[in-house]
Every structure is written in structure tokens, then in C-alpha cells.
């Protein structure tokens, strides 16, 4: 069960369009990695790889478009990123709420299954749609990136938090069963992620904004930025965490230490 020097991956990174996704793909990029970005959005998808080569000239990345919260699109995904890796050695799963925190009065029970399932199904049917071939070689690495909310409840983050909460179990649960076939399955769990679209949704609403002005002012060490997130990613899909699997980091700048 050999881990592979990032150079040698293939990687591919669901959300890589932009914020910690793209930033991923650029430092994967950057150490010579082969990377594919998965995302809706085609134009998005063509403009997030142009940005990828100003940062790694040279550097081998596409595009395939896909919506991973249905399942059969995200298998058709694993066969076309695979087909042009030639093998996915490395997945990112970047997902997040389409709208800011909310108290639950606030949230029409219609709503309730489309808030959760938009967050938690992307991750949960990527990682099963490249568990096979990863088991059949023998080894990968997959990241998926939470949130603090599954760990800590705060007001306003029910259905977030139940939802990276899901995930969370998801993939270490997940991390147990593959560990055998040299699979790793980690986590990143941030809070805030300066610089950001998330950042950009929180900011923008009078509720949540008040809320996370709150939390940042607790992140002494600073608030994470989509480079700390992507430093990291990189680091758990290296041979120098070859060891370390079913473990959620939070990278939080000291907002909580839970």
C-alpha cells in the first residue's frame, strides 16, 4: 500500500471553482499534480481552470460538469475524471449552505430536506462513487471539508450543523471500513474562511454577520483562510500522513477547541 508523492496524483476536487476548492487546485497544481475540477457551471468551470494555469503554468487540469447531490451524475463524474487521470489518487470535497445561518423558526419545514440534503449529499455520493477504484488500487486519499457546526451547535446553524454533523460520521465511519485497502478518509472542519463565497453569503446577512463578527473575534490566531485550508488538504494527501486517517481538524484560528 504505497501513498503517492502529490506529483504523482491525480486529484480531483468537487467545488474546486472557487474559494477553498480553487485554492487547492492551485497549490495541487503547483507540485505537479494532474487535477480535475468538479463543478455545475460550465462557464465557471472554464474560467476556474484559466485561473489555475496563470498560477501553474504548464500545469494539466479540465473540468467536468457535474451536479453531485444526484447520485448518478456523480458516478458518470468518477468515470470521466478517471478516464483522463488514468487513476484518482485524490479527492476534495468542498460543500456549503446556499444560504446564511438561520434560526429554525425561521425556516419553512418545506425547506428543511433541500437545506440539508444540498450540503451533505455532494461529499457523501463523490466519496462513493470513487471508493471502488481507490479499493481496487489500493490506495487514495480523500478530504471532505465540514464545518465547525458539526461539532459545536450554535443558534442559527441547526440544519448546517446536523448536516456537516452527517457528513462528519459519513466519512469516518467510511474511514474504518476502506482503511484495510489503504483508503484514508480525513476532515477539515474550519469556521470561518476569510476571503470566500461563503464568507461573501455570511457577510451579507444582518443575522449571521452579527454572529460570525462574534466568532472571529475569538480567532486570536487569526481567521483561516482558504490557504490554510488547502495547506492542509495537501498535507493529509501526502505520503507525511500516510498514517492518519478518521480524524477531523478544525482549523478555526482558536475559535473553539472542540
Same mark, same amino acid.
Given at each position: $500500500?504505497?501513498?503517492?508523492?502529490i506529483a504523482e496524483c491525480g486529484v480531483v476536487i468537487l467545488g474546486g471553482t472557487a474559494g477553498v476548492g480553487l485554492e487547492t487546485a492551485m497549490q495541487f497544481t503547483m507540485q505537479g499534480a494532474r487535477v480535475v475540477l468538479l463543478g455545475r457551471n460550465a462557464e465557471r468551470g472554464a474560467a476556474a481552470c #484559466?485561473?489555475?494555469?496563470?498560477?501553474?503554468?504548464?500545469?494539466? &487540469?479540465?473540468?467536468? !460538469?457535474? #451536479?453531485?447531490? *444526484? =447520485? !448518478?451524475? /456523480? &458516478? /458518470? /463524474?468518477? &468515470?470521466s475524471a478517471r478516464a483522463r487521470l488514468g487513476a484518482i489518487d485524490v479527492l476534495v470535497c468542498t460543500s456549503?449552505?446556499? !444560504?446564511?445561518?438561520?434560526?429554525?423558526?425561521?425556516?419553512?419545514?418545506? #425547506?428543511?430536506?433541500? *437545506?440539508?440534503?444540498?450540503?451533505?449529499?455532494?461529499? $457523501?455520493?463523490?466519496?462513493y462513487a470513487v471508493l471502488p477504484a481507490m479499493r481496487?488500487? *489500493?490506495?487514495? @486519499?480523500?478530504?471532505?471539508?465540514a464545518s465547525d457546526a458539526a461539532k459545536v451547535a450554535t443558534p442559527?446553524?441547526?440544519?448546517?450543523?446536523a448536516a456537516m454533523g452527517a457528513i462528519v460520521m459519513f466519512s469516518r465511519a467510511a474511514a474504518l471500513e476502506v482503511k484495510r485497502e489503504g483508503v484514508r478518509i480525513n476532515l477539515?472542519?474550519? @469556521?470561518?474562511? /476569510?476571503?470566500?463565497?461563503? +464568507? +461573501?453569503?455570511?457577510?451579507? #446577512?444582518?443575522? @449571521?454577520?452579527? $454572529?460570525?463578527? *462574534?466568532? +472571529?473575534? $475569538? =480567532?486570536?490566531?487569526?481567521v483561516a483562510d482558504a490557504e490554510d485550508l488547502?495547506?492542509?488538504?495537501?498535507?493529509?494527501?501526502?505520503p507525511s500522513a500516510r498514517r492518519i486517517t478518521g480524524q477531523a481538524i478544525s482549523i478555526n484560528g482558536g475559535i473553539s477547541v472542540a
Open positions: $500500500m504505497r501513498s503517492k508523492p #484559466d485561473a489555475v494555469r496563470e498560477r501553474a503554468p504548464g500545469c494539466d &487540469v479540465g473540468f467536468v !460538469q457535474a #451536479d453531485a447531490t *444526484r =447520485a !448518478q451524475d /456523480a &458516478v /458518470a /463524474a468518477e &468515470v456549503g449552505p446556499s !444560504q446564511p445561518p438561520r434560526l429554525l423558526d425561521g425556516i419553512p419545514i418545506d #425547506d428543511l430536506k433541500i *437545506r440539508v440534503e444540498e450540503i451533505m449529499l455532494l461529499p $457523501m455520493h463523490m466519496t481496487r488500487q *489500493r490506495s487514495g @486519499s480523500i478530504v471532505n471539508i442559527g446553524e441547526t440544519l448546517i450543523g477539515l472542519t474550519p @469556521s470561518l474562511i /476569510a476571503g470566500t463565497p461563503g +464568507a +461573501a453569503l455570511i457577510g451579507a #446577512d444582518p443575522f @449571521s454577520a452579527k $454572529m460570525f463578527e *462574534r466568532a +472571529a473575534a $475569538m =480567532a486570536h490566531l487569526g488547502a495547506a492542509m488538504v495537501l498535507y493529509l494527501s501526502s
